[in-house]
């Protein structure tokens, strides 16, 4: 099922530029409701509702012509390489978390402090996830959380070739 929602971002981005055209920009209720459901799940990702809320977001990513998401970072691709279990979780999460900041930051229009944000949101859903369960391992999660201590996530970012500012 979760796969499904990776599909669905890809077909709901084909029709991207008629969804816009369709609708006006976001509403402040969706706006609050953007921003609580990404902290929920970036608090709770594996909660009951969270499949819901993850559909939700990601329809209103690609509808809203008013907040433009740039998901670049490849890297986090590789986390099925690994384990399955909940890559496709933690790669959403990058999404949303990103579209939470530039709504919390409008007036920030650094890519880079962008992405760094969507990253950051990735790494809170993953040590909630490893709450839950202990043996969810990432080596590129457990790397990126070394790099976020040290503040250096979005010097990562800025040197991934796919996650440039532009």
């Known amino acids: 099922m979760v796969r499904n929602l990776v599909t669905m971002l890809v077909v709901l981005a084909a ?8 609708r006006g920009p976001s509403t402040a ?11 929920s799940l970036e608090e709770n990702p594996l909660a009951k509702d969270s499949l819901d809320k993850r559909m939700w977001l990601t329809q209103w990513i690609v509808e809203v012509p008013d907040v433009q998401v ?4 490849m890297s986090l691709w590789e ?4 384990n399955n279990t909940y890559s496709n979780q933690l ?3 990058a999404i949303y978390s990103q579209a939470a900041f530039m709504l919390e930051h409008p007036e920030v229009k650094d890519e880079a402090a962008a992405q760094a944000a969507g990253l ?8 909630a996830i490893q709450r ?11 790397n990126l959380l070394t790099l976020e201590k040290k503040g250096k996530l979005e010097r990562y970012v800025l040197r991934q070739s796919k996650c440039s500012a532009n």
């Open 91 to 93: 790669r959403m999460q």
């Open 120 to 127: 950051a949101g990735t790494l809170r859903a993953y040590r």
């Open 79 to 82: 986390l099925d390489k690994v």
């Open 70 to 73: 740039n998901a670049c970072c």
């Open 132 to 142: 839950f369960d202990p043996a969810a391992k990432y080596p590129l999660l457990d």
């Open 29 to 39: 209720e969706e706006r609050n409701r953007v921003l609580d459901y990404v902290r």
């Open 15 to 22: 029709i991207l530029p008629s969804a816009a055209k369709m």
